[in-house]
Protein backbone atom coordinates (compact mmCIF):
# COMPACT_ATOMS: atom_id res chain seq x y z
CA UNK A 1 0.00 0.00 0.00
CA UNK A 2 0.98 3.70 -0.48
CA UNK A 3 1.34 5.86 1.53
CA UNK A 4 -0.53 8.70 1.54
CA UNK A 5 0.61 12.04 -0.77
CA UNK A 6 1.93 14.58 1.55
CA UNK A 7 0.05 17.94 1.30
CA UNK A 8 1.28 20.53 -0.74
CA UNK A 9 3.54 23.29 0.46
CA UNK A 10 2.13 26.94 0.06
CA UNK A 11 4.76 28.88 -2.06
CA UNK A 12 6.91 31.85 0.38
CA UNK A 13 5.33 34.63 -1.02
CA UNK A 14 1.21 33.14 -0.79
CA UNK A 15 -0.50 35.69 1.56
CA UNK A 16 -3.21 33.35 2.89
CA UNK A 17 -2.37 31.99 5.71
CA UNK A 18 -2.79 28.00 5.13
CA UNK A 19 -4.97 27.39 7.92
CA UNK A 20 -7.16 29.91 6.61
CA UNK A 21 -10.67 28.52 5.53
CA UNK A 22 -11.37 28.26 2.33
CA UNK A 23 -13.94 29.55 0.95
CA UNK A 24 -16.01 26.84 -0.52
CA UNK A 25 -18.72 27.82 -3.52
CA UNK A 26 -22.49 27.73 -2.84
CA UNK A 27 -23.84 24.52 -3.76
CA UNK A 28 -26.14 24.41 -6.58
CA UNK A 29 -29.24 24.81 -5.86
CA UNK A 30 -31.93 23.32 -8.15
CA UNK A 31 -34.04 26.18 -9.86
CA UNK A 32 -37.22 25.95 -8.44
CA UNK A 33 -40.34 27.17 -11.10
CA UNK A 34 -42.24 30.08 -9.70
CA UNK A 35 -45.30 29.60 -8.68
CA UNK A 36 -48.22 29.70 -10.43
CA UNK A 37 -50.09 33.05 -9.87
CA UNK A 38 -53.36 32.37 -7.80
CA UNK A 39 -56.42 32.34 -10.19
CA UNK A 40 -58.61 34.89 -10.05
CA UNK A 41 -61.17 33.92 -12.91
CA UNK A 42 -63.73 36.96 -12.05
CA UNK A 43 -60.60 38.96 -13.28
CA UNK A 44 -59.74 37.06 -16.11
CA UNK A 45 -63.48 37.68 -17.38
CA UNK A 46 -63.75 40.71 -16.78
CA UNK A 47 -60.49 41.05 -19.00
CA UNK A 48 -61.52 38.86 -21.35
CA UNK A 49 -64.97 41.01 -21.96
CA UNK A 50 -63.65 43.99 -22.26
CA UNK A 51 -60.67 43.59 -24.16
CA UNK A 52 -60.50 45.08 -27.54
CA UNK A 53 -58.33 42.75 -28.84
CA UNK A 54 -61.10 40.41 -30.22
CA UNK A 55 -64.58 41.01 -31.74
CA UNK A 56 -68.08 41.19 -30.34
CA UNK A 57 -68.09 37.83 -32.93
CA UNK A 58 -65.55 36.19 -31.42
CA UNK A 59 -66.30 36.99 -27.43
CA UNK A 60 -69.99 35.48 -28.05
CA UNK A 61 -68.84 32.43 -30.14
CA UNK A 62 -66.02 31.50 -27.43
CA UNK A 63 -68.83 32.63 -24.64
CA UNK A 64 -70.51 29.97 -26.60
CA UNK A 65 -68.15 27.11 -26.16
CA UNK A 66 -67.13 28.22 -22.86
CA UNK A 67 -70.86 27.10 -21.72
CA UNK A 68 -70.99 23.84 -23.75
CA UNK A 69 -67.78 22.80 -22.33
CA UNK A 70 -69.31 23.69 -18.55
CA UNK A 71 -72.15 21.90 -19.39
CA UNK A 72 -70.46 18.73 -20.30
CA UNK A 73 -68.24 19.14 -16.89
CA UNK A 74 -71.81 19.65 -15.29
CA UNK A 75 -72.98 15.96 -16.57
CA UNK A 76 -69.68 14.68 -15.95
CA UNK A 77 -69.86 15.74 -12.12
CA UNK A 78 -73.47 14.69 -12.23
CA UNK A 79 -72.03 10.98 -12.93
CA UNK A 80 -72.25 11.12 -16.62
CA UNK A 81 -70.02 8.42 -18.50
CA UNK A 82 -67.81 11.03 -19.44
CA UNK A 83 -64.15 10.14 -19.85
CA UNK A 84 -61.91 12.93 -17.92
CA UNK A 85 -59.14 12.62 -20.59
CA UNK A 86 -61.68 13.55 -23.45
CA UNK A 87 -62.62 16.16 -21.12
CA UNK A 88 -58.83 17.49 -21.37
CA UNK A 89 -59.19 17.52 -24.59
CA UNK A 90 -61.48 19.37 -25.27
CA UNK A 91 -60.71 22.02 -22.67
CA UNK A 92 -57.23 22.08 -24.27
CA UNK A 93 -58.80 22.74 -27.44
CA UNK A 94 -60.61 25.20 -26.04
CA UNK A 95 -57.91 26.48 -24.13
CA UNK A 96 -55.95 27.15 -27.44
CA UNK A 97 -58.25 28.85 -29.26
CA UNK A 98 -58.87 31.32 -26.98
CA UNK A 99 -55.06 31.99 -26.63
CA UNK A 100 -54.62 31.79 -30.52
CA UNK A 101 -57.53 34.50 -31.13
CA UNK A 102 -56.29 37.04 -28.32
CA UNK A 103 -52.37 36.02 -28.38
CA UNK A 104 -51.75 39.27 -31.03
CA UNK A 105 -54.01 41.60 -29.48
CA UNK A 106 -53.73 41.09 -26.29
CA UNK A 107 -50.22 39.08 -25.74
CA UNK A 108 -50.69 40.14 -21.59
CA UNK A 109 -53.98 38.21 -21.47
CA UNK A 110 -53.31 35.60 -23.13
CA UNK A 111 -49.96 34.96 -20.88
CA UNK A 112 -52.35 35.05 -18.12
CA UNK A 113 -54.53 32.87 -19.01
CA UNK A 114 -52.16 30.38 -20.55
CA UNK A 115 -50.56 30.97 -16.55
CA UNK A 116 -53.99 29.92 -15.70
CA UNK A 117 -54.61 26.86 -17.26
CA UNK A 118 -53.62 24.22 -14.95
CA UNK A 119 -55.45 26.10 -12.27
CA UNK A 120 -58.98 26.61 -14.45
CA UNK A 121 -58.65 22.77 -15.27
CA UNK A 122 -58.50 21.62 -11.45
CA UNK A 123 -61.54 23.77 -10.51
CA UNK A 124 -63.27 22.51 -13.22
CA UNK A 125 -62.56 19.17 -12.20
CA UNK A 126 -62.92 19.60 -8.28
CA UNK A 127 -66.70 19.00 -7.91
CA UNK A 128 -67.14 21.17 -5.09
CA UNK A 129 -65.07 24.43 -6.56
CA UNK A 130 -66.92 24.20 -9.36
CA UNK A 131 -70.47 24.11 -8.14
CA UNK A 132 -69.26 27.05 -6.36
CA UNK A 133 -67.78 29.12 -9.31
CA UNK A 134 -71.14 27.62 -11.52
CA UNK A 135 -73.82 28.46 -9.64
CA UNK B 1 -92.78 79.34 -57.04
CA UNK B 2 -92.15 75.80 -57.68
CA UNK B 3 -89.20 73.93 -56.61
CA UNK B 4 -87.38 71.67 -58.75
CA UNK B 5 -85.85 68.45 -56.91
CA UNK B 6 -83.32 67.89 -58.63
CA UNK B 7 -82.87 63.78 -59.81
CA UNK B 8 -79.34 62.86 -58.39
CA UNK B 9 -80.04 63.50 -55.29
CA UNK B 10 -83.13 61.87 -55.03
CA UNK B 11 -81.57 58.76 -56.53
CA UNK B 12 -78.77 58.85 -54.11
CA UNK B 13 -81.37 59.20 -51.36
CA UNK B 14 -82.99 56.46 -52.53
CA UNK B 15 -79.97 54.25 -52.74
CA UNK B 16 -79.02 54.65 -49.64
CA UNK B 17 -82.51 54.18 -48.06
CA UNK B 18 -82.59 50.90 -49.63
CA UNK B 19 -79.03 49.98 -49.70
CA UNK B 20 -78.65 50.32 -45.84
CA UNK B 21 -79.99 46.66 -44.54
CA UNK B 22 -77.12 45.49 -47.07
CA UNK B 23 -74.22 47.34 -46.22
CA UNK B 24 -70.89 46.02 -46.73
CA UNK B 25 -68.57 46.48 -44.19
CA UNK B 26 -65.15 47.05 -44.97
CA UNK B 27 -64.08 47.64 -41.36
CA UNK B 28 -61.23 45.60 -40.89
CA UNK B 29 -61.87 44.90 -37.36
CA UNK B 30 -65.40 43.81 -39.03
CA UNK B 31 -63.48 41.56 -41.25
CA UNK B 32 -60.96 40.22 -38.90
CA UNK B 33 -64.08 39.22 -36.50
CA UNK B 34 -65.63 37.32 -38.83
CA UNK B 35 -62.66 35.90 -40.02
CA UNK B 36 -61.32 34.43 -35.87
CA UNK B 37 -65.02 33.24 -35.38
CA UNK B 38 -65.13 31.07 -38.56
CA UNK B 39 -61.75 29.91 -37.69
CA UNK B 40 -63.30 29.05 -34.56
CA UNK B 41 -65.99 26.79 -35.67
CA UNK B 42 -63.28 24.93 -37.61
CA UNK B 43 -64.59 25.87 -40.97
CA UNK B 44 -62.45 26.76 -44.39
CA UNK B 45 -61.98 30.19 -45.28
CA UNK B 46 -58.35 31.77 -44.81
CA UNK B 47 -59.06 35.53 -44.40
CA UNK B 48 -62.56 37.36 -44.85
CA UNK B 49 -61.99 39.51 -47.63
CA UNK B 50 -65.51 41.37 -47.59
CA UNK B 51 -68.51 41.09 -45.78
CA UNK B 52 -71.88 42.44 -46.51
CA UNK B 53 -74.17 43.77 -43.33
CA UNK B 54 -77.48 41.97 -43.50
CA UNK B 55 -78.97 43.01 -40.55
CA UNK B 56 -78.15 43.39 -36.37
CA UNK B 57 -75.20 41.02 -36.17
CA UNK B 58 -76.13 39.34 -38.78
CA UNK B 59 -73.17 39.23 -41.83
CA UNK B 60 -72.16 37.34 -45.32
CA UNK B 61 -68.60 37.02 -45.32
CA UNK B 62 -66.25 36.40 -48.43
CA UNK B 63 -63.33 34.31 -47.46
CA UNK B 64 -60.17 35.13 -49.13
CA UNK B 65 -60.84 30.83 -50.34
CA UNK B 66 -63.77 31.58 -52.18
CA UNK B 67 -65.65 30.28 -49.36
CA UNK B 68 -69.30 32.45 -48.34
CA UNK B 69 -70.61 31.87 -44.96
CA UNK B 70 -73.53 33.50 -42.77
CA UNK B 71 -72.50 34.89 -39.84
CA UNK B 72 -75.40 35.67 -37.20
CA UNK B 73 -76.46 35.84 -33.49
CA UNK B 74 -79.33 33.72 -33.55
CA UNK B 75 -82.31 34.38 -31.20
CA UNK B 76 -80.53 31.45 -28.30
CA UNK B 77 -77.43 34.23 -28.09
CA UNK B 78 -75.41 31.73 -29.75
CA UNK B 79 -73.06 32.23 -32.80
CA UNK B 80 -73.72 30.65 -36.00
CA UNK B 81 -71.90 30.52 -38.92
CA UNK B 82 -73.67 28.77 -42.09
CA UNK B 83 -72.28 27.69 -45.08
CA UNK B 84 -73.55 29.25 -48.08
Not at chain 2, 72 to 79: D, L, T
Request: aromatic share 4%.
Amino acid sequence: MRPPAPAPVPAPGDAAPPTAPRKESAPPVAATPPAPPALDLAALEKRLRATNAIGIFTKLSLKNQVDDLVARFRTFHQGAPVAVAKLREEYDLLLLKVLSVLQDGDPELARDIGASREAIWGLLLDPVKFKKVTS
Amino acid sequence: MKQRVGGVPVIVALTTLFAAPSLAAEDPAVLKDLTAVIALQGLACGQVVGAVRQGEQDYVATCQDGNRYRVFVNAQGRVVVEKR
